[in-house]
């Protein structure tokens, strides 16, 4: 069970993570009277109008050896929602520094989806003693620009708000939103996730106006230059249905100092979400690789 801890952002704003670590479980190998170690840091990392909860899967295996934590950034989840904000790239990236050092958890192991993962790839650009390694999530480097803007304020107001019922909101999101070209409950579910019932019915946790106001701080600008500055080991997973095209994600790979990639099959953006058993083959390997961290090899 997820444990609350409420941070301090760089502002004074309050944030909400979520500590998913599971006390050790049996002696460490190193024999009798070894202090165990201490287990290596995840950081999750959640995309835009996501949350915390959205990685219970993947800190469900992640505690099997590592210290999973997830933030609820700003504007998002349980955290403060401040109506003026600030929403910038400088404020998120801010926010998921301070929480790596009131937890304890440098150097860690950043795991970003979508805003997430930029957020995750600017912070280790600017503060490599933070960071250990980097996974990437269905984020691309490359400018969206306006026409994108625009999309995403006309795909907001055709919400049919307020949903009298959870299971219209899993209907709509799965089956017919516009932006859904085949029914996927996944999706359903990972919308009625950030929704909240109020009076008149079941609304979204955050402000939409904020979202798009969060979004509006990076989608004009490429971000090739923040990537090439990140030294640290990298995976870059998509999902063979997801935002990022197969092109753009070896090219990130290339100006990655230490890139890898990795793909999903029957993975759209939601990958961690979508198919979180190949999500998981994707990311553990590189997860022990560089943190040292190995499953023991089964007994003969």
Known sequence: MARRIDLTGADGLRLAAWDFADPP??????????????????????????????????????TERYRAVALDQRGHGRSD?????????????????????????????????????????????????????????DMRASALGAASQREWEDWFHSWPLPFATLAE?????????????????????????????????????????????????WVHDAHWESLAQVRCPTLVVRGLDGELGRAEAQEMVRVLPHGQYAEVPDAGHLVHYDQPDGWRAAVEPFLEETTGHHHPAPAR
């Open 81 to 137: 929602k401040p109506a003026e904000g600030p929403f910038t790239r400088e404020a998120y990236v801010a926010d998921a520094a301070a929480a790596i050092q009131q937890l304890g958890l440098a150097p860690v192991t950043l795991v970003g989806h979508s805003m997430g993962a930029l957020t995750a790839w600017q912070l280790a650009a600017q503060r490599p003693d933070l960071v250990r390694a980097l996974v990437i999530c």
């Open 25 to 62: 479980k049996g002696p460490e190998p190193g024999g009798a009277g070894r202090a165990p170690d201490r287990a290596p840091g995840v950081l999750l990392l959640h995309g835009l109008m996501g949350r915390a909860a959205h990685w219970a899967s993947t800190a469900r295996w992640l």
């Open 169 to 217: 909101v899993r209907t709509w999101f799965g089956e017919d939103d516009p932006w859904t070209e085949r029914p996927n409950p996944a999706r359903g579910d990972f919308f009625a996730e950030v929704m909240a019932e109020r009076a008149d019915g079941w609304r979204p946790v955050f402000s939409r106006r904020q979202m798009l106001v969060s979004r509006e701080t």
